[in-house]
Each structure stands twice: as structure tokens, then as C-alpha cells.
């Protein structure tokens, strides 16, 4: 599909009436959390929170009933996510399962393993993350060496991966590994495993990010057991199942949203009676803001009609980003505040954002792929 | 109705558009064949009521044609002529023959059936068989005025060539008028005229993107295709990404109006477009090098639509300046249910912050 057939589309009344019932349950949530902490948007991590919230059902919400979803549909997922994200909810804990694992297992798990994993990620108890990168394999993914072996009917896993969020608090990973060695089609012969982090043999060391969190690890995986029930999907179709999976990773409210706890204490700072440039950008923020929000919901409207949506995915996440990472350079330029970890909360949430605004860019693909997957589209490469 | 329109449309322009009748044009020509292929099959009528003798098409049905308006760079006031006569339908009156457009920036006084005053800025002034406009003060009225009847008609053009005319009226009898419907406000012309230049632009910008593309495949240097290369690749992938976001913002401007304008689908339409425009027009240029810089190529044809058609109806810095005192006015709690407010049955969302 092209780009530019990205079509208009609202958000059903059904998914909408869900809007309310969200609002008034965070409004007692998030009452008492600091700006700065809400600024953490998607990497705030509180696992009683995730708890709360898959007893509301707001969990691996588009999950059929008989896997303890409530079988929603993609917009009143998208209503609850948005709602989470624009009042900085707490919500790395489950994020991954619910983004990413959830859909995935449903697409290409076996029954046996939706049974197994997806009623607990539903309740909010059961974390995942996502090994992909490697300290050798950045943004060319497919370069990667980690590698499962067949050992009887069980397979041998040996390798690293980096860059792993949550991994040091995460029940499962769902990792990127080899079965076959590396031929002249390097898209071949890899595999999806889940990875029980408990396992003998997997250690998980946290890396501190520039802001002083822990937020990302390495994981070293050596002799790990895993059965043949812990393949998912077909061996040797892992770059296609990936592939699939990151068009769900890219369009979300997430790629919009990183910023909106320091566009609100932006305003309050400017006040009532902004000067022009003020005016300006804080208008064109909130028009950006706008119109991304209704392509990112194009894009939902897509993946609820089974279409692959993976260049329109790449276009909202790009676009979505670069707004994202001005929003601290933009508040920097129009309001005289000195970032600070000690000062007022618009002081805190600009230090904060301003050292988290690179990575922004990096998670989930970097720009330079985002936009060659654009140029593939259209016939340049 | 979409599709209907959106074949019929691509084939009249394609059949009838080329850059030499553009360049005609822009030395005073009328695109006379062209104009009555329109009329012939409705297309200037399309969104006026069927009561009236028109297609009935909501606004989300017409924005097909506005944006294929701006991709053929339609030497006339198409687009201007569509929303003319949809305002006189809604208003009730009659919709006109012949090119009719609207004057939003006008000083027009009306007393005792006549009108006086000077409209700037109109689109096709000089061809015009009539203008519409705005009354403002305690009894706000939509006017239509013959163009025959103006004292004075001064010819102006934008940026591109295109005729954007001022027009005196003198004590000139008002051919027909009604008084505003209930919530319009005078202002809405000009978010009218906003909405109708930011599907124009994304239409341009589908053409740049188009032109930009193919010239890369097509033009070989250092041996291969420059689309070959990945730093052309890059800047044609924010090209791609800023036409999709300006058409998907015009798009949900037209959508969200229905009897009233959607006011902050609209301007952040106009905003985005801008911003598209300003970053998708470079990149066009800096790709098709020196060529596309002359005056024989067609390149121009568009990127100089889009410089003249982002100030048109208010330019970035206007709305932004306009939304922006609006979101401060309004304080950071207002912000996040503004942007998400659904669209209510009359399809004007945020009324109560932006009006």
C-alpha cells in the first residue's frame, strides 16, 4: 500500500465511550505522581499499577475472551493506551506483552501457548521484553549471531542481546535468534523463541542509560535449554514474524506522546499571555500533535482490517519522533528555564526529557531505516 | 460518491490540463474548454443541495476534487467556485453559472439593498461572474455581488500567477442576500478558504512527490540512478512523509465539516500543509537540480503554488499564533481533551475552546 492511501478515519462510539471510565480511573491513579515521574511516559515501570489495570481489563485488550482478553477491538485499545500515555501512567511493566507479545502469540503461537501466556499477561502479572539487537547488530538486524541449536528435541541457545528494556524485571523475552546458519539469503533461518528469563544459564546485566536510569540490559544467554514448545511460529520465518510484529511497535500514540508531560508544564510556565514566538510553536505543537494523533489512528484502522500497515507504520513513527525530540529544544527556545533536576517541575520534566529526547530516535528503528523502508515503497530501492 | 468524483475529476484534468495552458493562463488566457467540461458534468455544483439542482456531496466527498485541484494545478477557480456555491446553497440562494469565488478579506458595508466597499484578494476577480462575501457587524449577512457591477477591479496576482484581484464596490445593488445560519461567524470564510488551500496543497505536494520520484529513477549520475543513492532515498522518504501527513490533515479538515467548519481540524490542516510545504518543496528542488529551477520544466508549476498558496487564508504563523493563544488561554488541562474531542454530530470540534 502507499503511503499517501493512508485514509481518514475516526475513532468508533464504542471504543470512545470506553474515554470516560479511563479519565476518572486515572485521575485517582496518577493524582499524586510527580511531573517528572510522569514524564517518563512508557518506561515508568510500577508492576501493582499494570496489576490495577489488567483487573480492569485493560490489558491484551484486543485478546479473545478464552484467553482472558476482553476481545476488543484495536481503536478501544488504542482509547485506553492514549489515555495511559497523555497522563503518564506508570506503564513499562506490562507495556511490551500488551504491544507487542499479545498480538504476536495470537498470530503465530500455538494453542498450547496462548493458554499458557496470554491469561497472565491479561491480569497484568506476566512482563515481556524483546531481544532483538546484539552488540554486533544494531539496525542491521539481520546480521545477527546468536544462535539455537537442535539437540535431540530440545534446542541449545548461546549469544547476547543488548539493549534489552525491562529484561532485569521481565518473566519472558521473546528473542531473535538463528537456526540455521547464515547463507546468501541473510533474511533466512531465524527463529522466535519465548525465553523464560528464570533459566539456568541467562544472565542479565542492567546498563545505565546517560540519565542515570536502568532502563535497558544485556543479556547473556549461555546453554540455554528450550523446548520445542517454546518456538514461536514456523522455524526459520523469524524475519517475516519481526517484521510483522514492528508494524505494531511503530504507530502508536508512544511515538507521540514521549514529550506531553513537558508540552503541559510548558504552558503553564508561558502562562495566559504568551508573546508571538510563544504562541507560535505551542500552536504548531498542538496542530502536529493533531494531525499525528489522526494518522496513527489511520494506521490503527488498518491493522483492525488485517491490511500491513509497516510503511504508513514507519511514516508515524519518523514523523511522530521528530516532533518528540523539538518539543525539548523548542521548550529550551521559547521559555527561560535552566534544566535542573532540583527546580520547579517544568525545571525537572526539561532535564529529564532533554537527555531522554536521543533515544526516541533509536528504539524501535532508527530514522535512517524508517525512512529506507519508505524509499522501498516507493520503488528507489 | 468519492470514487465517482475522483475518476471523473482525474479524467477531465489529465484530458485537459497541460503545463502549456497553465502558462496561458497565468498571461490572462480563460481555460474556456475546460471551465464548460466542468459545468458539463457538475463538478462545480457538487456540493451544493440537490433541492437546488446539485450532487448533494458532503464535504468529505468533495475534498477528492480540491485535492486533485491542487495536483493539476487547475488553471481556475475551481476549488473557489465548489465552496462559493456550496455557501449559497447552504444559505439558500441560489448557486451560480459560470466562476464564482469568495472574498474573505473584505470591508463591505450593506444598507438599503447596496454595497459598498473593497474585497482583497479575490481568486479570478477579473473572470468572475460573481463574488461572494461576508457582511460583518450585528446582523452578519452573506452577500453575492456581480462582478459587472464593481467600480474598480484592480488585477493582482500571488506568488504563482494566479489572479488575486481587488475589487471596489460602490452603492452596488446586492444580487441576492441572507442573513448568516446560526453559529457562523464571519471569520468562517477565511477557515473555509484555509480548508479548500490545504487539500490544494496536499495535492501538490502528491505531484511533487510523484515528479520527484520518477526524476530519481530516471536520472543517471557517478553511473547509476541519484534514487540509487541512500541521501537521495532519505530526503524523498520526508518528502513521502510530509505529503502523507498534509493529505491525511486535509482529509480530516474536510471530514470534520459539515454545516459549520471544523476549526482546529482546519487550522492544523492549513499549519501542517505549510510546514509540508516549506520542507517538501526544497527537497523537490534540491533533487531535480538545476533543471527543475527552469522555467521550461513543470516543477515550478507546483512548488510555486505551494509558496503562494501556504499564506493564503492565514499562513503558519497566523494559525499557529491563533491556536497557540488558545491552548495558553485554555491552560494545560484543556489541552489533551481538545485534542481528542470526537467530532459531534454538526462536525465542529473544539467550538467552545477555539470560537
Redesign the interface.
Same mark, same amino acid.
Given at each position: 500500500m502507499m503511503l499517501t492511501q493512508l485514509r481518514y478515519s475516526r475513532i468508533p462510539p464504542a471504543a470512545e465511550a470506553l474515554r470516560r471510565e479511563v479519565r476518572s480511573f486515572l485521575d485517582v491513579e496518577v493524582r499524586d505522581l510527580p511531573a517528572v515521574r510522569r514524564a517518563d511516559s512508557w518506561m515508568g515501570f510500577d508492576a501493582a499499577f499494570s496489576g490495577r489495570l489488567g483487573a480492569r481489563g485493560w490489558i491484551g485488550m484486543t485478546v479473545p475472551k478464552r484467553y482472558g482478553g476482553a476481545q476488543a477491538s484495536a481503536f478501544a485499545r488504542y482509547v485506553v493506551i492514549e489515555e495511559l500515555l497523555a497522563a503518564g501512567a506508570p506503564v513499562s511493566a506490562h507495556w511490551f506483552a500488551d504491544r507487542q507479545s499479545a498480538p504476536m502469540l495470537l498470530r503465530f503461537g500455538t494453542e498450547a501457548q496462548k493458554e499458557r501466556l496470554l491469561p497472565a499477561i491479561c491480569r497484568g502479572e506476566s512482563f515481556f521484553c524483546i531481544g532483538m539487537s546484539e552488540p554486533g547488530s544494531g539496525s542491521d538486524l539481520a546480521s545477527i549471531i546468536t544462535r539455537a541449536r537442535r539437540d535431540g528435541d530440545r534446542w541449545i541457545l548461546n549469544g547476547r542481546k543488548i539493549w534489552t528494556t525491562n529484561a532485569h524485571r521481565s518473566h519472558f523475552m521473546i528473542t531473535l535468534v538463528r537456526t540455521q546458519e547464515k547463507n546468501a539469503e541473510r533474511h533466512r533461518g531465524m527463529s522466535q523463541f519465548i525465553v523464560d528469563l528464570s533459566r539456568p544459564g541467562i544472565t542479565v546485566r542492567p546498563i545505565r542509560d546517560l540519565t542515570g536510569d536502568e532502563q535497558f540490559n544485556e543479556v547473556v544467554l549461555e546453554n540455554v535449554e528450550l523446548a520445542d514448545s517454546d518456538l514461536v511460529g514456523v522455524e526459520g520465518q523469524g524475519w517475516e514474524q519481526v517484521t510483522a510484529e514492528l508494524a505494531y511497535e511503530r504507530s502508536g500514540p508512544e511515538r507521540i506522546l514521549s514529550c506531553m508531560a513537558l508540552v503541559n508544564t510548558l504552558i503553564d510556565s508561558v502562562g495566559r499571555s504568551p508573546d508571538a514566538l510563544q504562541a507560535s510553536e505551542l500552536g504548531r505543537i498542538a496542530a502536529r500533535l493533531f494531525t499525528l494523533r489522526n494518522m496513527s489512528i489511520a494506521v490503527t484502522a488498518q491493522l483492525q482490517s488485517g491490511e500491513n500497515p509497516a510503511v504508513a507504520a514507519a511514516c508515524v513513527k519518523d514523523l511522530g519522533v521528530t516532533l518528540e525530540q523539538e518539543i525539548p529544544e523548542i521548550a529550551q527556545a521559547i521559555y527561560d528555564m535552566e534544566p535542573s533536576s532540583e527546580g520547579s517541575d517544568h525545571a525537572k520534566v526539561l532535564a529529564h526529557l532533554t537527555q531522554l529526547a536521543p533515544s526516541f530516535s533509536l528504539r524501535g528503528g532508527t530514522r535512517e531505516i524508517l525512512r529506507g523502508i519508505i524509499a522501498r515503497s516507493l520503488e528507489l530501492r | 460518491m468519492r470514487e465517482l468524483f475522483e475518476t471523473t475529476i482525474e479524467r477531465i484534468f489529465s484530458d485537459l490540463i497541460s503545463p502549456a495552458l497553465i502558462h496561458q493562463c497565468a498571461e490572462g488566457a480563460w481555460a474556456a474548454e475546460l471551465w464548460n467540461t466542468l459545468e458539463a458534468a457538475e463538478m462545480t455544483w457538487a456540493a451544493v443541495p440537490e433541492a437546488l439542482g446539485g450532487a448533494g456531496a458532503t464535504w468529505e466527498e468533495t475534498y477528492t476534487l480540491v485535492r486533485a485541484a491542487g495536483t493539476h494545478a487547475v488553471p481556475a477557480p475551481f476549488a473557489d467556485t465548489l465552496l462559493a456555491n456550496w455557501l449559497l446553497g447552504r444559505a439558500g440562494l441560489q448557486p451560480e453559472k459560470g466562476p464564482v469565488a469568495i472574498a474573505a478579506h473584505s470591508n463591505l458595508i450593506y444598507a438599503g439593498g447596496l454595497a459598498s466597499g473593497q474585497l482583497d484578494k479575490v481568486p479570478w476577480g477579473r473572470q468572475l461572474k460573481r463574488i461572494v462575501a461576508m457582511v460583518a457587524g450585528e446582523d452578519p449577512q452573506l452577500v453575492v455581488l456581480d462582478r459587472a457591477n464593481a467600480a474598480q477591479v484592480v488585477t493582482r496576482t500571488n506568488l504563482a500567477g494566479e489572479p488575486r484581484d481587488t475589487i471596489s464596490f460602490d452603492r452596488a445593488p446586492v444580487i441576492h442576500a441572507a442573513p448568516l445560519t446560526t453559529g457562523s461567524h464571519p471569520e468562517d470564510l477565511l477557515l473555509h478558504g484555509a480548508m479548500l488551500r490545504s487539500a490544494q496543497m496536499a495535492g501538490a505536494l502528491?505531484s511533487l512527490?510523484q515528479m520527484t @520520484?520518477r526524476y530519481? =529513477?530516471e536520472r543517471v549520475q557517478f553511473g547509476k540512478p541519484i534514487?540509487?543513492f541512500?541521501v %537521495? *532515498? *532519505?530526503q %524523498? #522518504?520526508?518528502l513521502? !512523509?510530509? =505529503? @502523507?501527513?498534509s /493529505?491525511?490533515?486535509a !482529509? @480530516?479538515a474536510f #471530514?470534520e465539516s459539515a454545516s459549520d467548519v471544523a476549526r482546529?481540524?482546519i487550522? #492544523? @490542516?492549513k %499549519?501542517?500543509a505549510g510546514?509540508a510545504a516549506s520542507i517538501g518543496a526544497a527537497i523537490a528542488h534540491a533533487v531535480h537540480g538545476a533543471i527543475g529551477f527552469t522555467d521550461e520544466h513543470s516543477l515550478h508549476l507546483k512548488t510555486r503554488r505551494l509558496w503562494a498558496w501556504r499564506a493564503e487564508y492565514g499562513s *503558519?504563523?497566523y &494559525? $499557529?499564533?491563533? /491556536?497557540?493563544? $488558545?491552548?495558553?488561554?485554555s491552560? $494545560?488541562?484543556a489541552? &489533551?481533551p481538545?485534542? =481528542?474531542q470526537? #467530532?459531534t454530530p454538526r462536525g465542529s470540534t473544539v467550538t467552545e475552546i477555539l470560537s
Open positions: - | 502528491q512527490l @520520484a530519481a =529513477t534514487g540509487h541512500q %537521495i *532515498q *532519505q %524523498i #522518504a520526508v513521502a !512523509e510530509h =505529503t @502523507a501527513c /493529505l491525511l490533515a !482529509e @480530516a #471530514a482546529l481540524p487550522m #492544523a @490542516a %499549519i501542517c510546514e *503558519q504563523s &494559525w $499557529s499564533q491563533r /491556536l497557540g493563544q $488558545s491552548v495558553c488561554n491552560g $494545560s488541562r489541552l &489533551w481538545m485534542l =481528542t470526537p #467530532a
